[in-house]
């Protein structure tokens, strides 16, 4: 019975070795990790600034799918007036006075003035 890996007119085919035995191959190698703890201080001031993604990336020498996903990773990519919030901190406005104000904590509904006056 013939082998089916090989054509009618061929014996079986020879015995290869792998790309890094093989002389004169040079073997593909991973690059370098990325020092993110390094680059993310960078990355925050570089996207403050006002810059996008493609230059941000250039800027540091990355790959602008690197930097994106990067991005999506610290959720940098939001507004920048959001940026300086704090997790636990949400703009609101006030239930009574409509004022607007940022509360402390998700379930804040009224403003500091309010708050007093119904404390």
Known sequence: MKNMHTKPDEGPAPHTRPAAV????VRRT???RID???????????????????ETARRLKLNVKTMETRLRHLRLHRAAGHATLRADEVRRTCLNCDAPFIADGRFLRLCPACRTMFG
Do not use: K, Q, T
């Open 36 to 54: 993110w703890s390094r680059l993310d201080p960078e990355v925050a001031r570089l996207r403050a600034s006002g810059l996008s993604n493609r």
């Open 22 to 25: 093989r002389p004169g191959v």
């Open 30 to 32: 991973r690059p370098p």
